[in-house]
């Protein structure tokens, strides 16, 4: 750490990041968070060849979110991951490298009682919080870890979500609990889980794919012939691009 110091760089030769993916990764430590660097980071980029990566690591500034979203992150670590070629910023999103992100941070007592309700969120370009749902909090390591396939700002938040038919005291509350946060489920309505009713194909794909944070397919070209018009009809045309569902004939 240095003393007053925000925003810290490591630059490395962009054909360092561009080889085969899985050989190996580098970690770049510093007292804002932690990032670890896979090795194919930046395979298949056109035109980083022979150019000098820059990536960075900073404390974010909320000041331009909207209001909602700066009281929900109160006085929660933000941070901003920028990736830079020769200088000059590039957008950065590779499906198949995901980066590893641990952001030191303290928990209140309160959240210590609930640390499945500790989140990450991406910030995207019209200041919406998005959930990253692999975000977690590791009390062994005292940070807010998780991994991204692209660079922007993200924050760590609180969101503790109840159901009118989950009792604290059941076994799967803490897993309810994870998954509400998150934004995987949204329960059935009117407040309720409804934890004994039978799961729907469609409910189970959607669960599944938010769980994996993969976008539905707002504009499909092609889906089942059932998939109607409804909240899952996006998600079954990726389901079905991506091979994850074949329907049932």
């Not at 007292?31 to 980029?45: C, N, R, W, Y």
């Not at 370009?125 to 991204?148: E, H, I, K, L, M």
């Not at 004994?196 to 794919?209: A, D, F, H, K, Y």
Request: hydrophobic share 35%; aromatic share 8%.
């Amino acid at each position: 750490p240095i003393p007053g110091v925000n925003s810290y760089s490591l630059e490395v030769p962009a054909d360092s990041l561009s080889g085969s993916i899985g050989e190996g990764h580098l970690t770049f430590s510093t007292d804002v968070g932690d990032i670890t660097i896979p090795s194919g980071m930046l395979a298949g980029m056109m035109g980083a060849e022979g150019k000098k990566a820059g990536i960075t690591i900073a404390r974010g500034d909320k000041s331009g979110l909207p209001e909602e979203v700066q009281t929900a992150i109160g006085d929660r670590p933000i941070i901003q991951l920028t990736l830079t070629l020769d200088g000059r910023q590039i957008d950065w999103n590779n499906p198949d490298t995901p980066v590893t992100v641990s952001i030191p941070y303290t928990p209140t007592a309160e959240e210590l009682e609930n640390p499945e309700c500790i989140v990450v969120w991406y910030i995207d370009g019209s200041g919406n919080a998005v959930s990253v749902p692999n975000g977690r909090y590791d009390p062994a390591t005292g940070t807010v870890t998780f991994t991204t396939t692209h660079f922007s700002y993200y924050a760590v938040s609180y969101k503790q979500v109840n159901f009118k038919d989950v009792a604290k005291e059941v076994w799967y509350a803490k897993a309810v609990s994870f998954i509400a946060a998150r934004d995987i489920t949204a329960g059935t309505g009117g407040g309720n889980f409804s934890p004994e009713s039978n799961l729907t194909r469609s409910q189970c794909i959607v669960i599944v794919m938010r769980a994996y944070g993969i976008a539905p397919d707002m504009n499909p070209a092609d889906n089942f012939t059932d998939a109607g018009n409804t909240w899952y009809t996006g998600y079954l045309a990726t389901a079905k691009k991506l091979g994850i569902s074949a329907g049932v004939g």
